[in-house]
């Protein structure tokens, strides 16, 4: 079956403006996380959704990262206001359920100029 | 806190020579260790895990892990390197009383020569 996939595969911003992007799980998985892989910090938990609970926000470095999933499936992560130390790959993975093995989409890889 | 440590940043192996790529954990209670790979531009594969039962687990494409209690530890090895398993290597443990959430060691660069 289809795995997880993110859009854009990459993506090249000014510094100021806003980016959207976007992970389609894989179908019926109900736990869905966001990921920043970046030079500096690794690999990074940045926010979690399951089912149609609140999301889980701690991660997110500042107030500018905001996420959301539609419907218990697709989910958007948008950054407000880009900043140059906001380059990074950023990764979605899913899993069945809470505790289960979580599986990652190939990435959008964001460069801020 | 949760956490796994990866000593080595990078490991050089020649083909058909076995491989072990070192993590290290510290965690409150049972673990639940994963093991990932990373080609390039790609995003993290799947290996194996270890959440419970035999301490020798096996995963993908011939890797295997082993789990020591004693040792807080949980390297990967494989008997035979190929070159095409040239790429990072990422150990993490799943943060039970935190979300589920994974937290990642820093990645393991495994290189493997002809």
């Known amino acids: 079956g289809a795995g997880v996939s993110q859009s854009p595969s990459n993506k090249v911003t000014e510094k100021g403006k806003d980016v959207e992007l976007r992970c389609d799980p894989i179908s019926g998985h109900t736990a869905l996380y966001w990921y920043r892989q970046s030079l500096g910090q690794g690999l990074e938990f940045l926010i979690y959704?399951?089912?149609?609970?609140?999301?889980?926000k701690s991660g997110l470095p500042s107030d500018r990262f905001s996420a959301e999933r539609t419907g218990g499936s697709v989910s958007t992560l948008t950054i407000q206001r880009t900043q140059q130390e906001d380059s990074a790959v950023y990764l979605c993975a899913s899993s069945l359920e809470l505790k289960e093995t979580q599986y990652f989409g190939p990435g959008t890889r964001l460069l801020v100029l | 806190a949760q956490s796994v440590a990866q000593p080595e940043d990078q490991v050089n192996v020649a083909e058909g020579n076995p491989l072990t790529v070192k993590c290290t954990y510290s965690v409150s209670g049972n673990p639940y260790l994963f093991w990932y790979v990373q080609y390039p531009n790609r995003g993290l594969q799947f290996l194996l895990k270890?959440?419970?039962?035999?301490?020798l687990v096996k995963g993908s494409y011939g890797f295997e892990a082993e789990f020591n209690k004693s040792q807080t530890s949980f390297h990967l090895k494989k008997p035979s390197a190929l070159v095409s398993d040239s790429a990072l290597y990422f150990c993490?443990?799943?943060?039970?009383?935190?979300?589920?959430?994974?937290?990642f060691g820093t990645g393991t660069r495994l290189q493997v020569f002809p």
């Open positions: 993490a443990v799943r943060d039970l009383y935190n979300t589920d959430k994974l937290i």
């Open positions: 270890y959440i419970t039962g035999d301490n």
């Open positions: 959704f399951q089912g149609n609970s609140a999301p889980d």
